[in-house]
């Protein structure tokens, strides 16, 4: 059986997010900001209307037309994302 490596925080959110990103979902333009600020990846809130209209991108949960990201899926995407770094 081959065992996955886990990240240093075990794939949980960090304690210390800030307020506006302390949320169980976010607008993609916060989504954008919350992978800039917590783990420094810079993607557009154009890219991830691309990754999710083509694929490839963070899970969305759709409300009504509206996409919002569920913050630990996210989290756990960027994290891969730079695992691959």
């Known amino acids: 059986m081959v065992e ?3 990240s240093p925080s075990g794939g949980k959110l960090p304690a210390c997010l ?10 993609r333009d916060k989504a954008s900001q919350f992978l ?8 557009a809130r ?3 209307a691309k990754l999710a209209s083509t694929g490839g991108g963070p ?5 009504g037309r509206t996409p919002y990201y569920p913050t630990e899926p996210l989290y756990n995407w960027g994290l891969s994302k730079l695992e691959r770094r």
């Open 4 to 6: 996955k490596a886990q």
């Open 59 to 63: 899970p969305i949960e759709k409300v």
């Open 46 to 48: 154009a890219t991830l």
């Open 18 to 27: 800030p307020a506006h990103l302390n949320r169980p979902r976010l607008r």
């Open 36 to 43: 800039d600020e917590v783990l420094g990846l810079q993607y």
